[in-house]
């Protein structure tokens, strides 16, 4: 059984470094990946090179964006604001990663069993591609990583005040959204009520219930996006920030990739990495 485990553990790592490799190269070259679907903006840029494709259409942000992954704004200060309550709760959060002291058995994110990414988390980390749908009342946001949507309400209607008290709603994952133009060219919108359950990004900066996110969604012209990302949370930091200033690019060929968490094999990969002397059935071997 063990010969079986080291085989799938080389087999995976083996396999992980080719799709790295792969994803660099294109990054490096401009090629976009197979599928007609770029992973990231240096893949969109290249494939379309740097054509504006004209003038902006007004209140109009329909189709698929490609870009972002992360983009951050320059040195984030999130250590540096966090109040003591927001430092007390980032000290229990346990990321894994290259970069991170904590190994795969010890980490806690709770997207390592494919729990919801959430938001603001799905727009700070990994949004390689997103839909947006418009209606009368709202603008629906659909993601490529997990396939999930959230509303965005354009009908004039107030965020909820009573979430989480007694008859109130609920908290949520993605939380509920508001959205007004300002301008021809900039969808503004506010979001509330997300669960503090959920990190801010990948890191494990945390968020308390309290958060308040705005995003401004700019249509510089035909081809090209920006995203803005600010987060104010009275809780956890001392006075809001910009997290997040991304480039996206609208993409001709109007495709998603399915990228998605399967929860069964996110628990064979614990038990590979994090147990790699376990047994089939998760136990333990004995010493």
């Not at 972002?68 to 200060?77: D, F, L, S, W």
């Not at 970069?99 to 997207?111: F, G, I, K, L, R």
């Not at 007694?166 to 919108?189: A, K």
């Not at 089939?280 to 010493?287: K, L």
Request: charged content about 20%.
């Amino acid at each position: 059984m063990r010969n079986r485990v080291v085989v799938l553990t080389a087999a995976m790592g083996l396999a992980l470094s080719l799709s790295i490799s792969v994803k660099a190269q294109n990054a490096e070259t401009g090629q976009a990946p197979q599928h007609g679907v770029a992973q990231r903006g240096a893949s969109i840029y290249g494939q379309l090179g740097k054509d504006s494709g004209g003038p902006a259409p007004k209140h109009d942000l329909t189709g698929v964006w490609a870009g972002g992954g992360g983009g951050r704004a320059a040195a984030p200060p999130w250590e540096q604001l966090m109040t003591p309550w927001g430092k007390a709760r980032f000290a229990l959060n346990k990321p894994e990663g290259t970069n991170s002291q904590y190994s795969v058995a010890e980490a806690n994110d709770p997207t390592r069993t494919c729990d919801p990414v959430g938001f603001p988390r799905n727009i700070l980390w990994n949004n390689r591609a997103m839909t947006l749908a418009q209606m009368p009342d709202r603008v629906v946001e659909l993601f490529q990583y997990q396939k999930v949507w959230r509303e965005i309400f354009t009908d004039g209607r107030e965020l909820p005040k009573d979430i989480g008290a007694g008859n109130g709603q609920d908290w949520r994952y993605y939380g509920y959204s508001v959205g007004h133009w300002d301008g021809d060219f900039t969808l503004m919108v506010d979001t509330v009520g997300t669960d503090e359950r959920t990190w801010l990004d990948n890191s494990g900066h945390p968020h308390s219930n309290d958060l308040r996110v705005q995003e401004q969604y700019t249509r510089t012209d035909r081809n090209d996006m920006e995203l803005t990302v600010t987060l104010n949370d009275p809780v956890a930091y001392t006075k809001p920030f910009v997290a997040m200033k991304s480039n996206f690019r609208w993409l001709p060929k109007q495709q998603f990739e399915e990228q998605l968490c399967i929860p069964s094999e996110g628990l064979a990969y614990l038990s590979i990495i994090g147990d790699p002397a376990g047994n089939a059935d998760g136990s333990s071997a004995t010493h």
